[in-house]
């Protein structure tokens, strides 16, 4: 059932590796950037983040209707927008981390422009690269693999970002001269990453239907509930992930007085990163997906308790609920793709077109939303918190950061796995719809007009 060779999966992850020079960067930094560099209030860059991120929701939508229109003969429907949407979404990922000094209004208003053209070319670089997933394999562990891959190209990014990047971030340093020389370098990095990507990773499964009509987008979305399930929980989960992503650093810097713990926690990440990659596919056949999500979404609010209730005085104690926290988003980040992949299927199986661009979309929609929330919110409590930047921090600032942290990334997803309880698409499900899709296939061929049909 559509195995994948090595070089296939090792291809696919680069591109997450790539898509992360600019999508991590700007979440782990975005944040310190507009307040520490550019001097932008706390409550300004909440409310920036909140409203382009909820745009830049929209520009998946856009982006999975364009998708699900094109088709190459030659390409196929996903590599030609990773191959030429790469560049400019690279340079302006530069162009972000660099507002030049042309008043508040001025600074704010070019930070709200750079940002939504980020995102959009972001959407139109990611919506592809995240559906093209589903058109390589079917098979429930060469999916796995690809997550794997996936995950891993993304830890690597984050992993360096966190043991180069992070701890440069401290009063004293040129911090302009910092991300400008590294989303410059990150400029040709991401490029080759992406033509490997482009030449490596290709489609195999087969589609009655190149080009999908908007009302067979709708129809598709319409009968999909496990996909609305899995977008729902995605967005309560990624809301306190992304809380707890955009103040790990103050965490750790203002919090437990220890930003060399940033270097640390990036190595960690990365070893059990490559530890559980190549592990996860035989636990997912072993229990399933949806097992594997809540038995991590469990270590994710256990880290995230710890993280809240930990005295600052405790510091290991504190770091490993973070670790703990971390665990269990590694694990959910990893199977969390190939459940949106099974659900393709079962898209398809109801309605007999294969729609991965509108229903990558909607996912990644759901959880780009819930991104926009969680970032907004961390700024939010930031700013109640009377944090500023450079300032002695008061008992309140230190609380909210640990709020933000531990305690909202705990209560979100406890909702998020309450939610994915309820998930009916089991694997064991999942392998019955693919043999009655190729059945109907394989009649299909037999009876042209039957095809004929659907188109």
Partial sequence: MNKLNKVSIFGYGAGDAANNLAFTTATMFLLVYYTDVAGISAAAAGTLLLTVRI????????????????FSQRFGKFRPFIMF???????????SFSIPQIGETGMLLYAYVTYA????????????????AGAMTQDAGERAKLGSARMVGALLVSSALGIFVAPLIKPGVNLQ???????????????????FTFLTAKERVHRSVP??????????????????????????????????????????????????????????QLVVTLALAPLMPRLVRKFGKKTIYVAAGAFAIVGGAIVFFAPAAMLWFGFAGLLLSMLGVMAV????????????????WKTGVRTEGITYALFSFTRKTGQAVGGALAAYAL????????????????????????????IMTILAVAVM???????????????????????????????????
Avoid at 333 to 348: K, P
Avoid at 426 to 449: F, G, K, M, N, W
Wanted: aromatic residues 10%; contains cysteine; proline residues 3%.
């Fill in 211 to 268: 080009k999908v009509s908007f009302s067979q987008s709708m129809a598709t979305l319409k009968t999909n509930r496990p996909l609305l399930m899995l977008c729902l929980s995605s967005f309560l989960f990624l809301t306190g992930y992304m809380a707890m992503s955009s103040v790990q650093l103050y965490y750790l810097r203002d919090v437990l007085g220890r930003l060399d713990l940033y270097a640390l926690l990036s190595i960690i």
């Fill in 333 to 348: 980040n990893i199977v969390v793709w190939a459940l949106e992949a099974d659900t393709v299927e079962y898209g398809e």
């Fill in 177 to 195: 001269a910092v991300f400008t020389t590294i989303t410059l370098v990150f400029v040709v990095i991401g490029a080759a990453l992406y033509f």
């Fill in 383 to 410: 700013a109640i918190g009377g944090y500023k930047s450079g300032a002695t921090h008061s008992a309140e600032s230190l609380q909210a950061i640990q709020f933000a942290a531990g305690a909202l990334p705990a």
């Fill in 55 to 70: 745009f830049d929701a929209f520009s998946d939508v856009f982006a999975g209707r364009l998708v699900d229109r094109a």
């Fill in 421 to 455: 309880s309820k998930y009916k698409l089991t694997d064991a499900l999942h392998e019955r719809i693919v043999r009655e899709i190729a059945a109907r296939r394989s009649a299909a061929v037999q009876h042209p007009e039957m095809e004929a049909s659907l188109k």
């Fill in 117 to 132: 053209a980020l995102g959009l070319a972001y959407s139109l670089v990611n919506i592809p690269y995240g559906s093209l």
């Fill in 85 to 95: 949407g790469s560049i400019p979404l690279l340079l302006l990922s530069v162009a």
